[in-house]
C-alpha cells in the first residue's frame, strides 16, 4: 500500500488574513482542493490522508468528491508530519509515502506518479528546481549557484526508511535532510511551474497557469 500525505495544518503567517492560504479560491477551487485531486487521480497512491486542524470544516465537503482521510495537525510542521506518519503506520502496512503541502495548487497526479515510481530505485525521490537568480553569501563575492538548488513538495519516500530516520525535533525543513547522506535520493528537475502559494500576489500566477491547464 501506498499513501499521500497531506499537510493541512498551516495557518499562513506570511500570507496574512483571517482564513489559511490553503482554504482560500484560486481559479474556482479551494487551493488544497487541487493537491486532493493530484493525489486521489494518481495511480501510485492507495490511501489519502489529511492533517489538518479539527473540525475540518473546509474539507468535510471534499469527501462528497474525494477519497481522503482526515487526522489532526501538529502545533508545527516536524509535529504534523510526526502525528501523519503514526496515524498511516498505525493503521496500514505502508511501502511508499508522498508528503505534500496543501498550498502547492500545481502539483499533478503525473508528478506523484513520477516520483513514486523512482521509490523501486531509491530511498527518496523529490521534486527540485534549479537556481536561476544570482546567489549570495554573506562574507563570499562569487556563489556558485550551480552546487545549490530549490527542494519542493512533493517529498517521496521509502515509508519505513523515512520513519525510521524521521525527527520531529530536527530544524531541517527539507525531510531529505532527515535521511543519512548514504541515503540513495532521485532529485527530479523537469517540473517547472510547482510555486507555493506564500502570499497574496501568487493569487495571479497561479489563476493563470492552472486556467492555461483547463483550457489546454
Given at each position: 500500500?501506498?499513501?499521500?500525505?497531506?499537510?493541512?495544518?498551516?495557518?499562513?503567517?506570511?500570507?496574512?488574513?483571517?482564513?489559511?492560504?490553503?482554504?482560500?479560491?484560486?481559479?474556482?477551487?479551494?487551493?488544497?482542493?487541487y493537491?486532493?485531486?493530484?493525489?486521489?487521480?494518481?495511480?501510485?497512491?492507495?490511501?489519502?490522508?489529511?492533517?489538518?486542524?479539527?473540525?475540518?470544516?473546509?474539507?468535510?465537503?471534499?469527501?462528497?468528491?474525494?477519497?481522503?482521510?482526515?487526522?489532526?495537525?501538529?502545533?508545527?510542521?516536524?509535529?504534523?508530519?510526526?502525528?501523519?506518519?503514526?496515524?498511516?503506520?498505525?493503521?496500514?502496512?505502508?511501502?511508499?509515502?508522498?508528503?505534500i503541502d496543501?498550498?502547492?495548487?500545481?502539483?499533478?497526479?503525473?508528478?506523484?506518479?513520477?516520483?513514486?515510481?523512482?521509490?523501486?530505485?531509491?530511498?527518496?525521490?523529490?521534486?527540485?528546481?534549479?537556481?536561476?537568480?544570482?546567489?549570495?553569501?554573506?562574507?563570499?563575492?562569487?556563489?556558485?549557484?550551480?552546487?545549490?538548488?530549490?527542494?519542493?513538495?512533493?517529498?517521496?519516500?521509502?515509508?519505513?526508511?523515512?520513519?525510521?530516520?524521521?525527527?520531529?525535533?530536527?530544524?531541517?525543513?527539507?525531510?531529505?535532510?532527515?535521511?543519512?547522506?548514504?541515503?540513495s535520493?532521485?532529485?527530479?528537475?523537469?517540473?517547472?511551474?510547482?510555486?507555493?502559494?506564500?502570499?497574496?500576489?501568487?493569487i495571479?500566477?497561479?489563476?493563470?497557469?492552472?486556467?492555461?491547464?483547463?483550457?489546454?
Amino acid at each position: 500500500m501506498n499513501a499521500a500525505l497531506i499537510l493541512c495544518g498551516g495557518v499562513g503567517n506570511r500570507f496574512g488574513g483571517g482564513l489559511p492560504k490553503q482554504y482560500l479560491p484560486v481559479a474556482g477551487h479551494m487551493c488544497v482542493e487541487y493537491v486532493i485531486r493530484a493525489c486521489c487521480e494518481a495511480k501510485s497512491v492507495d490511501k489519502v490522508v489529511i492533517c489538518a486542524a479539527p473540525p475540518y470544516e473546509y474539507l468535510l465537503p471534499l469527501r462528497e468528491r474525494y477519497d481522503f482521510e482526515l487526522t489532526p495537525s501538529g502545533a508545527e510542521r516536524n509535529g504534523t508530519i510526526h502525528l501523519g506518519l503514526e496515524y498511516i503506520r498505525a493503521r496500514y502496512a505502508c511501502e511508499k509515502l508522498a508528503v505534500i503541502d496543501s498550498a502547492r495548487p500545481l502539483t499533478t497526479a503525473a508528478l506523484i506518479d513520477t516520483l513514486m515510481e523512482k521509490l523501486d530505485e531509491y530511498d527518496a525521490a523529490i521534486q527540485c528546481r534549479r537556481l536561476s537568480d544570482a546567489l549570495g553569501h554573506y562574507g563570499e563575492q562569487d556563489v556558485d549557484r550551480s552546487r545549490y538548488y530549490l527542494i519542493q513538495t512533493p517529498e517521496c519516500f521509502r515509508f519505513e526508511v523515512f520513519y525510521r530516520h524521521f525527527r520531529e525535533e530536527f530544524p531541517a525543513t527539507c525531510l531529505l535532510n532527515h535521511l543519512p547522506l548514504t541515503a540513495s535520493r532521485f532529485l527530479y528537475f523537469d517540473f517547472i511551474n510547482n510555486l507555493k502559494m506564500t502570499y497574496p500576489e501568487d493569487i495571479d500566477f497561479l489563476t493563470y497557469v492552472l486556467e492555461r491547464r483547463r483550457e489546454g
